[in-house]
Structure formats: structure tokens, C-alpha cells
């Protein structure tokens, strides 16, 4: 460095010597020739800095960064999240959680109340409610919200006293909960801080349920507070265990009304089946033999457009039409990508492309 700071004041100064020059002819040159001068001066000077101000930077760098090695020494490990999003998908027992937490950032937030409510067939069998000491003070926001305050936490166990409570009865099961994703943000991490792992999990969002369920012009927004006055359930809000609870009541009231839908939807079916001809119901009967085969027949459900085409659904999913009425056939091949309409002369042909279908609806629950 020290080498190369001398060559370049010695080119800064030949260059200055050279316009100094040629400013004989031309005088506005002489300009330049002191910015030469003064860029030559400068080089290999330390620049003056602000030394309080350094060390206070520096000062709140380091502690920021203990602060954060305190909360959370390491990255935790990532964990395969895997959201099941059909209600009919799910297992006769569920692990409702909620946590009330200091704020809402898992990496330096912690959780002060767990609520668990566990469920069997639609039936409660099981609850859990625990206030947690953080270790660290509540904000005021947080205790606004929540009413819980530093008090009332203070004699309470921390969380790796009770993290194997909460484990047992989480562990291998599915976890639901409204904006779910909240909830096992914070549970990772505070297992994590107990040297914990919870693989495998499974995860089903009621908020979500309530979107595919309610219609927004009837919701002025999503919130569970929102939603259980829509359903008329009384209950408190933003405490871990009433929140379990309000999230059981109005998981229950979507899947009635989802049940009362599909019940209405067949009843439909079987009213549009009646007036399809021959070719028709034989295409369908052959679809769900097919989805029967990849445990989705349950799943179909169809309905015919005003120009005759009849409209395939699995679940949520629309995965093909066809229409087999009139001069021309067509049917509708989807893929991940594409949607293209091809020609067909006969029925065969149209079960013979079947399988198109098949393999975008096993895509789309993969």
C-alpha cells in the first residue's frame, strides 16, 4: 500500500505539471491543476472519524449481537412443514394450539401462555393451559392485547420446564390453529432453545378453512375475533385457551357448512345426471372409477356449463372438460403448465385420454 500511495502522488503531480503547462494556452486548465495538487496531498492521510460516535456503534453492535446469541445461539434446524388443506383429509384426533406471545417475531419474541384443546370425532377430550415466564419484560403493546402482564408471569414456569407437556401432546399429531403458521413458527423456536426437534409436521389452518367457507362479502375481515361473532360464539379473545377453544367452535361450524354444501352439491349431481345422455354418464362413471383407484373418488364433483361442456373437479381442484354432445367432440388436457382443447370422435377415445387427467389430479394432491 505504501508503494502504491508514492506512485500515485508522483503520476498526480507529473499530471499537475503538464496542465500547468498547457494553462499557458489555455488558463481555465489551472483548475484542474489544484485539484491534481490537492488529490496528491490527500493520499496516504487517515481520515478523521467521529471517535464517540464509532464506539457507540460499535457498542450497540456487540450488544444487539448478545442479545440475539442469548435468544438464539444458532439457526434451528429446518423443519419439513406439511399443511394439509382439505378438512376431509384429516385423522379423527386434533392438537388445537394457541400461544400469546411478547411480540411477533419467533426470533426474539418469546411465548407467555400455551393453550392446547385436543379433539376426538368433533368431541373435546383433552385441554392444557399454562402461563410461561419469558425471562424477558412484556411490552406494553403485548400486554394490551393479551392482558398479561409482567406479574402475573413472573412465578411461572419457563418454557423448558414445560416444553415435554406441550411435546406430548403435539408430537405425531396434526396441529391446528387460526393463521397456524404463527403458532409453529414459535413452537419451533422455543423447542429449539430447549434442544428439542418435532419432525414430521402436520399442520391444518382454519383461517383458511373459514376463506374457503365464508364468503368475503360477508366478513368485513378475516380476524378470529371477526369470524366468532359471525358464528355468534362467546368466548374470550387473545387468551391461549379461550382462543383454542373459539378455533374448535368455529372449525366445527365450517366443516357443518361445508358438509351441508357437498350434501346440497350431490343432490345437484344427481339432479344433472339424470338429463346427460348415455355417452356422458358413462364418461363420468368411468372418471370415478379412476379417481377410485388413487382414493379420490370421494373428491369428484362435476357440472355442466350452459354450452354442454361438463366441468371435472376434484376437491377444490379443476382437472379437465369435456363435451360429447353436438357435431364435435373436444376435451380439455391440463398440465402444471398448459391447457390445450383437443378434437375427439368417440367415447373411447375420450377414456383413452383419460389418463392425462389422472396424473394432473395425483400432481395436484402430491
Keep these: ?41 490527500r493520499i496516504g492521510k487517515p481520515q478523521k472519524t467521529n471517535t464517540a460516535q464509532t464506539n457507540t456503534v460499535q457498542n450497540d453492535h456487540t450488544q444487539t449481537q448478545k442479545d440475539y446469541n442469548y435468544i438464539c445461539p444458532k439457526a434451528p434446524k429446518t423443519v419439513e412443514h406439511k399443511p394439509i388443506t382439505d378438512y376431509r383429509e384429516l385423522p379423527d384426533r386434533l392438537v388445537f394450539i394457541d400461544f400469546e406471545t411478547t411480540g411477533l417475531y419467533p426470533s426474539h419474541d418469546r411465548v407467555i401462555e400455551v393453550g392446547i384443546v385436543i379433539s376426538e370425532e368433533m368431541n373435546i377430550v383433552d385441554e392444557y393451559c399454562q402461563l410461561i415466564n419469558p425471562k424477558m419484560s412484556i411490552s406494553p403493546e403485548a400486554t394490551r392485547i ?54 414430521d409436521i402436520r ?3 382454519v383461517m383458511q378453512l373459514v376463506k374457503d367457507t365464508i364468503p368475503s362479502k360477508d366478513l368485513p375481515d378475516r380476524k378470529l375475533k371477526t369470524v366468532k361473532k359471525y358464528f355468534g360464539i362467546e ?41 346427460l345422455n348415455d355417452m356422458e354418464k358413462a364418461f363420468i362413471k368411468e372418471v370415478e372409477d379412476r379417481l377410485k383407484l388413487i382414493n379420490l373418488g370421494d373428491r369428484l364433483t362435476y357440472d355442466v356449463k350452459s354450452d354442454r361442456v361438463i366441468n371435472f373437479q376434484c376437491g377444490n381442484y379443476q382437472f379437465g372438460r369435456i363435451k ?16 390445450m382443447w383437443i378434437d375427439i370422435d368417440t367415447l373411447e377415445e375420450a377414456i383413452l385420454n383419460l389418463k392425462h387427467w389422472i396424473k394432473y389430479c395425483e400432481y395436484l394432491h402430491s
Design 1 to 41: 500500500m505504501k508503494y502504491y500511495n508514492t506512485f500515485m502522488k508522483i503520476l498526480l503531480f507529473l499530471l499537475a505539471g503538464l496542465f500547468l503547462l498547457l494553462s499557458t494556452l489555455y488558463p481555465f486548465l489551472l483548475i484542474v491543476v489544484i485539484g491534481l495538487i490537492v488529490m496528491a496531498l
Design 146 to 199: 393479551n392482558k398479561i402482564t409482567d406479574d402475573m408471569v413472573r412465578d411461572m414456569p419457563k418454557i423448558e420446564e414445560i416444553a415435554d407437556e406441550i411435546c406430548s401432546r403435539a408430537q405425531d399429531q396434526v396441529i391446528v390453529g387460526y393463521n397456524i403458521n404463527f403458532d409453529v413458527r414459535f413452537l419451533l423456536e422455543e423447542l429449539f432453545r430447549c434442544d428439542i426437534e418435532m419432525d
Design 324 to 339: 360429447l354432445r353436438g357435431k364435435q367432440f373436444k376435451m380439455q388436457l391440463l398440465d402444471k403448465n398448459n391447457v
Design 203 to 205: 399442520t391444518f389452518d
Design 235 to 275: 368466548t374470550e379473545s387473545h387468551r391461549a385457551l379461550d382462543d383454542c377453544h373459539t378455533t374448535f367452535e368455529v372449525f366445527k361450524r365450517c366443516v357443518k357448512l361445508q358438509e351441508n354444501y357437498e350434501m346440497q352439491l350431490k343432490a345437484d349431481q344427481a339432479e344433472r345426471l339424470a338429463k
